[in-house]
């Protein structure tokens, strides 16, 4: 790894995420909320590291994968941490730990919170809160491909390390192209649904700031009560079809909208998150009606179809508690954590080809037993899929099972009961926000011990990255080869 670079190239990263923490500025002075020096702080500290990274380290032009990792990894916990600052300074979040898990939180696109009364918060701090949410939806380092070609250097390696899915979909033969029409589809389906919001009677702020948190699948919402705030079914289903579409592969957006919109359903992966969202929605609302858990069948139908849309896409957005409904119903929201939404969306979870293809693997091999000298090609769509992509799904299935449990037994040791301690990890490691019992939808993660906080933590991110970014780096085969930092003045002296 070529310390040095990735020094050089976090630093330039560092100066675009200082920029950024400006934003929340007119915001501060429109409403008079009297924390803008929090952001001129935060944003000249983030500027002053970034600047010293870039001029003391040597910028490399030949990065590789290991370096596009170790960029990726590093780049998200620092901007973590330069993003709980406002927190901390305007005093909304006083112990930096609860900072930090808000902070990643926000990046991750998690929707996890420690906050039991948002509604009190500056709104410049509530919109630098959904603000996270969107720069980490589509990526920070995508975002920094689209806007600074300089970054092109070592920018197939970041888009690698940083874009989910087992594979990654280069609409063009330049990754800067790519990310620009990533993040041009990103910005433009963030603007219909904020006219659609305030067509529906939410105010722009209101209207922004959740448009921010349905496209990044983050749940971060102005107001406790969350998406149930508006009692408005218009708003509700305006947000659920954004979520939805927030789900699916933003590719397939860019198709669609250079008019060819048969590509959903020529999809695979598409028409399976579909079904799987119509089958448990269906499901759900006949759960609870069996349960008389509303008295009002469209009420029912109406929040089963949110929240199924909700956990699915990992968003975290509730207009119901769901932890009082049915059990049945409850497990069936879990195992939708453990999906999630489709490869190149920005929601987390395993993600829906992944277990296509693994389903597909299984029925391969049980074919096998009955018929030893059948070759059987395993297709997506029409494509034959490769075998070290499947052997690469089968390996991220088995680094997030000792991920899940490992951080399970981690936290529950920590004296957190056997049903918010697994939740809490589901909802964290698959970004969604909401678990179980003392984390579920009306409650937070503020009570749990720090140190549960920061495994907490590392699943964000672990989940964020798809595992394999942060999971190289307990590879001692990942420290082999290491290059020394070299400063500039070194090369002078040399």
Known sequence: MKVSGALNLLGRLLIVLSFMLLTPLPFSYYFHDGVAHVFFTSSLLGLLLGTILVICFEPERDLGFKDGFAIVAFSWFIFALLGALPYVISGSIPNFVDAFFESMSGFTTTGSTILSDIEVLPKSILFWRAMTHWLGGMGIIVLTLAILPLLGIGGMQLFQAEVPGPTKDRLTPRIQDTARILWSVYVLM?????????????????????????????????????????????????????????????????????????????????????????????????VNA??????????????????????????????????????????????????????????????????????????????????????????????????????????????????????????????????????????????IGPGLHLVGPSRNFGHLPSAAKLVLIFCMLAGRLELYTVAIFFTPEFWKMTRKPRFRWQKQDD
């Open 290 to 431: 069996g349960a008389v858990v509303y008295q009002n069948n469209l009420l029912n139908l109406r929040d089963s179809l949110f929240q199924v849309v909700s956990i699915m896409t990992t968003t975290g957005f509730g207009t119901a508690d769901f932890d009082k409904w049915p059990p049945f119903a409850k497990m069936l929201l879990v195992t939708l954590m453990f999906i999630g939404g489709c490869a190149g969306s920005t929601g987390g979870g395993v993600k829906v080809v992944r277990c296509l293809l693994f389903f597909k693997y299984a029925r391969s091999q049980l074919r096998r037993l009955v018929h030893p000298h059948q070759v059987d090609t395993i297709k997506l769509g029409n494509m034959k899929v490769p075998q070290d992509v499947m052997i690469g799904i089968l390996s991220f299935f088995a680094i997030y099972i000792v991920v899940f449990l490992g951080a399970s037994l981690a936290v529950t040791a920590l004296g957190v009961d056997i049903v918010t301690g697994p939740t809490a990890v589901i909802a964290t490691l698959n970004n």
């Open 190 to 286: 963030t603007v219909a649904e904020v006219l659609l919001l305030m067509l529906g009677g939410m105010g722009f702020f209101e209207a922004l700031t959740h448009s921010f948190a349905t496209l990044a699948t983050g749940g971060f919402s102005t107001y406790n009560l969350s998406i149930a705030h508006f009692q408005s079914t218009y708003i509700h289903l305006v947000i659920v079809v954004f979520m939805f579409l927030a789900g699916a592969n933003f590719s397939l957006h860019f198709r669609a909208l250079s008019g060819d919109l048969k590509i959903y359903w020529r999809d695979e992966e598409f028409r399976l998150y579909t079904y799987i969202v119509l089958a448990s929605v269906t499901t759900i609302f006949l």
